[in-house]
């Protein structure tokens, strides 16, 4: 069994101490835990040392980890960037006695290598890909790498989105007025001091970021439990933390911690971290903001949060901006919902969605195939009531040129003799658009299918890497044309798409330029099935003439993009 080389697995069983009164172990010591694991990883990979940048957001599942469990933390390096990589951390937990396993949280940190030779730049060697899900995370990981390099302008954006389309008392709305106890939020300030200490530094003099998590983590769950006048609170989520700059050995750190708004059985407490060495200036370390819920049998309606000041309703305003960002991108696939709500604000977030949806298409293992007549394979996947079909084809011109002629929606018409219609209704960016695609019926006596689109594009980087168009249903709406009539069936699409690979895919030690593989992927959805009326044969026979189609269309456009020179 394959082991990749920055893996790293550790194992803690959870002592009487690390709970306390809470319903479950101290969440901060888990943020450390994971940080000492990604640190670990990321090191084995440099092969230097390595601090910590950033920790993405997390989502801290409803299982209580009690004392006496076994928390397994594992880390693998995702990707490497210049000087800088992802590691992605998974942790589970285990109940000793019945065995019982389950997936606490999944975040993804970024960190970056440090020379032990001052001024030199440091230059990572590229991630060693050996499986379909390495490679998965190792596209997603430059999905996540832009969202990063957006994440500070997109909160204002989406407070002023909230200003301009929601009227106020909607916005308040979020925080829903009730009867009851009202608390004001200097209630629920707390602030903190610590020293840090060479054992909580690395051989540079600079504090382990999972050390600042810990410390972060203890004050924000203070300020949660003042307001709900409980010590029951546990954390939900964790927004993105940022290590702005280092502290050091001897620094004070002052934390400060307090409720930013409350949304009726959840809570956001926010917390600042400052740095000052003796007889030096105040420096900003690091912010950070928790999602926190009270559990007993049912989730607990918490008092209202009474904000007076300026700056106390500003907290309060962009907390409603990270709260409304969390709906908006909740996993589709929650509550049986595969429609992505489209928001400008989010666009990044949805076309990672998106993009993941079709990786994760591409990681399944175990096709049955079904036809192979030398020029397209058709192979297909089930389990419950999923359908997966996935077409390969090879061609030889590069991945490049090929991709570039598959990903030109405008073209579809030419080699796909279902498509009526593909026009773009809106150029969110180079690599998003929204679409509109009518399909031709596929039997007598049916109406024409509408799909309004997602589209995102993903371009390799690497040899490692992969092309890849991905297609998913979306309520745009910004779609004022289209009227429900008797013309179209308005049909969705849970995942589908295109990836382009080098040939270099399948082991052999050919260039590049010496050929790719088509790969179109497809999961049926509930809308389609009864379409198709069970007639899944005549279904896949169009859709192997579709591709061959698509072959004979790219061979002719690039043989006379060469007679002209321009290929």
Sequence with gaps: MHRNETEIESNQIVRPDQVGGTPGMFYSLLLKWMDIAACVSAEKHAKMSCVTVAMDDLKFSKESVSAGDLVTVR????????????????????????????????????????????????????????????????????????????????????????????????????????????????????????????????????????????????????????????????????????????????????????????????????????????????????????????????????????????????????????????LSRKSSAEGGKHLLQWSESEALQLSLENMSRLANLMAVENWQLLTDDGDVKLLKYEEDKNLVVKLVIEVDYPAKDVFRLVSDLRQRRKWDKLCREMRILRRVSDTVAITQLIVEPLKPGHNAQEFLLLASQHFASSDSDYYALALTSVDYKGYTDYQQTSSYDRAEILSSGYVVRNRSFDGTDRPASSGCYILYLHQLSSTVLPYIGGDILGMTAILVKTAKKLKSYITEELVAKVGEGTA
Excluded at 88 to 114: D, L, M, N, P
Excluded at 128 to 157: G, P, S
Aim: proline fraction near 4%; charged fraction near 20%; aromatic fraction near 8%.
């Design 75 to 326: 880390a693998q390096v995702n990707r490497a960037f210049g000087s800088s990589m992802e590691v992605g951390v998974t942790v589970w937990a285990e109940h000793i006695k019945t065995g019982c396993r389950s997936q606490i949280c999944q975040g993804f940190f970024t960190f970056v290598a440090i020379s032990d030779v001052p001024c030199t730049k440091v230059q990572l060697p590229p991630v060693q890909i050996r499986t379909e899900e390495e490679r998965k995370e190792y596209v997603l990981a430059f999905q996540r790498r832009k969202i990063r390099q957006a994440a500070q302008r997109n909160v204002q954006d989406i407070v002023l989105d909230l200003k301009k389309s929601v009227p106020e008392s909607s916005r308040i709305g979020l925080c829903p007025e009730q009867s009851g106890p009202k608390v004001k939020c200097q209630v629920t300030m707390i602030e903190s001091l610590e020293l840090v200490m060479p054992q909580h530094a690395n051989h540079h003099g600079t504090a382990f970021g999972g050390q600042i998590l810990e410390w972060m983590g203890n004050v924000v769950f203070i300020a949660a439990s003042r307001l709900c006048r409980s010590s029951r609170a546990v954390p939900v989520a964790l927004n993105r933390v940022v290590f702005r700059t280092p502290a050091n050995v001897g620094d004070r750190l002052f934390l400060k911690a307090c409720v930013n708004a409350v949304f009726h059985t959840s809570m956001e407490v926010g917390v600042r971290v400052e740095a000052q060495a003796v007889g030096g200036e105040t420096r900003h370390i690091s912010s950070a903001y928790t999602t926190f819920a009270v559990w007993g049998e049912n989730p607990v309606i918490l008092p209202q949060l009474e904000t007076d000041s300026d700056i106390e309703k500003r907290r309060c305003a962009e907390a409603q901006a990270r709260y409304f960002s969390r």
